[in-house]
């Protein structure tokens, strides 16, 4: 049985594994096409329970990045000429190291997108990037993606090229057991825990309903999206407050039921830093982590090298990373 291969950018998310995941369980399912994800991911937690081959190359960031960069091409080079794949998936947006790879030279590809702003995705279109691909999926409705601000050539782009389907969410709705399993995980003395899966279905109504009709105290936005700012703000209880920590692009605006403002009396504020003293609280900071108090490394998603910035900034714009550090 020949292989399908899907390539997952390195050192993103638990989100972008998950979804490779999704999309390499459905080919396997298919019976036509034996999956096999070929990453770089810095955690093996989502993969350790997965009927689905995995090949996870190191993050090598102790490596200087050009000698890591030229060692991982040419090992992901060789073996995907030894697999010899019947079509290639990607994952999120074009990655300029594949188009350089000789084993991947005439083989149908497949480039799996996630939600981009408007402008994000006009630049990729701009460059030529999404010339390479056989066939483009985007990760959310027809009607969602016209909402975005995408000009109107890209608009065109879509309708009439024949290259491009729309196939919605791309999300996994946890069991029972994968509930309770976190809820152990991350609750053990029995503390009260909830886990919604705001991706997959409507967030507000599970907070209802595990609040028994209530919203919680305090909500936290922590990624910068409108969509979710309006969420957190909604499931929020009578006097309860939201706190927005992540960014939104310059151009997003937030829309809220106004009226939910004085009747509810709910409140609506920003928080940059925890609104730290940065005089006061950075030394204190950097002593806790060099005691080991404090875990840094762990959230650093991805690594860039000087020369990516460009990418860097890209996949800070399409969400991809939490953290990334550039290194030179």
């Given at each position: 049985?020949?292989?399908?291969?899907?390539?997952?950018?390195?050192?993103?998310?638990?989100?972008?594994?998950?979804?490779?995941?999704?999309i390499a369980?459905?080919?396997?399912?298919?019976?036509?096409?034996?999956?096999?994800?070929?990453?770089?991911?810095?955690?093996?937690?989502?993969?350790?329970?997965?009927a689905v081959r995995v090949i996870n190359f190191p993050l090598l960031h102790r490596v200087?990045?050009?000698?890591?960069?030229?060692?991982?091409?040419?090992?992901?080079?060789?073996l995907l000429d030894r697999l010899d794949p019947a079509v290639v998936i990607e994952d999120t947006?074009?990655?300029a190291r594949y188009r350089r790879l000789p084993a991947l030279a005439d083989r149908p590809r497949i480039l799996v997108m996630r939600r981009l702003d408007g402008l994000s995705f006009d630049?990729?279109?701009?460059?030529?990037?999404?010339a390479h691909y056989d066939r483009i999926l985007i990760a959310q409705d027809e009607a969602a993606f016209q909402q975005e601000g995408h000009s109107g050539d890209s608009l065109a782009a879509i309708r009439y090229s024949g290259r491009f389907s729309f196939v919605g969410n791309v999300a996994h709705t946890p069991g029972s057991d994968e509930i309770r399993a976190a809820r152990h995980a991350y609750a053990p003395d029995g503390?009260?825990?909830?886990?919604?899966?705001?991706?997959?279905?409507?967030?507000?109504?599970?907070?209802?309903?595990?609040?028994?009709?209530?919203?919680?105290?305090?909500?936290?936005?922590?990624?910068?999206?409108p969509?979710?700012?309006?969420?957190?703000?909604?499931?929020?209880?009578?006097?309860?407050?939201?706190?927005?920590?992540?960014?939104?692009?310059?151009?997003?605006?937030?829309?809220?039921?106004g009226f939910l403002l004085p009747l509810a009396e709910k409140s609506l504020v920003g928080s940059l830093y925890g609104s730290a003293d940065m005089a006061r609280d950075v030394?204190?900071?950097?002593?806790?982590?060099?005691?080991?108090?404090?875990?840094?490394?762990?959230?650093?998603?991805?690594?860039f090298a000087l020369s990516e910035v460009g990418e860097a900034f890209a996949a800070l714009q399409a969400g991809d990373v939490a953290r990334g550090v550039i290194t030179f």
């Open positions: 049985m020949k292989h399908a291969v899907l390539l997952v950018k390195n050192g993103i998310g638990f989100g972008h594994i998950r979804r490779a995941l999704l369980e459905a080919v396997q399912h298919a019976g036509k096409l034996r999956p096999i994800i070929i990453s770089q991911a810095s955690s093996l937690a989502l993969y350790h329970d997965s200087p990045s050009a000698i890591a960069e030229d060692l991982y091409t040419d090992l992901l080079n060789q947006y074009p990655d630049q990729i279109r701009e460059r030529g990037d999404l503390v009260p825990l909830v886990v919604v899966n705001g991706g997959a279905g409507d967030a507000v109504a599970a907070l209802q309903e595990v609040t028994g009709g209530r919203g919680v105290d305090v909500s936290f936005e922590v990624i910068g999206s969509d979710v700012i309006l969420q957190a703000f909604l499931g929020t209880r009578r006097g309860g407050k939201t706190v927005v920590v992540g960014v939104a692009p310059a151009t997003a605006m937030v829309s809220l039921p030394p204190r900071l950097i002593a806790l982590y060099r005691a080991g108090k404090l875990k840094l490394d762990e959230l650093v998603t991805r690594r």
